[in-house]
């Protein structure tokens, strides 16, 4: 008999750099399209970044939790952190922060560009 997966979480790390348009596919194909969601996700805001991102950051709790809803899945939808930094550390320094708070011992980790497939 095969064992249920266990909680997992998911990390994201978005920066000054990134289009809203891909950090909103990112997020969505790696939650509400997944057959096995993370239990809750971590996204880490490296430093300031363009105002129609952080509304996204900002709405992005409120947006997975509709989605879920839509989708008849909302007992599935997962716990959502926005880690805001002031400054732009890099990458390794934005997932070390954010891994940090990460509550599960698995962590998934995805760039704010990749589409993920269902499986």
């Known amino acids: 008999m095969a064992s249920a997966t266990p909680p997992f979480s998911l990390l994201m790390a978005g920066y000054?750099?990134?289009r809203v348009e891909y950090l909103r596919r990112a997020l969505l194909s790696n939650t509400v399209g997944q057959?096995?969601?993370?239990?809750?996700?971590?996204?880490v805001r490296d430093g300031a970044v363009a105002d129609d991102v952080q509304g996204f950051l900002d709405d992005a709790p409120a947006l997975l939790r509709a989605r879920f809803v839509a989708a008849d899945r909302a007992g599935e939808a997962p716990e959502v952190t926005v880690l805001e930094l002031d400054r732009n550390g890099g990458l390794a320094h934005a997932l070390n922060r954010g891994i940090a708070v990460c509550r599960y011992e698995a962590v998934a980790r995805a760039d704010s560009d990749d589409v993920?497939?269902?499986q």
């Open 16 to 18: 000054r750099g990134d």
């Open 116 to 118: 993920a497939l269902p």
């Open 35 to 43: 057959t096995r969601p993370p239990a809750e996700v971590v996204i």
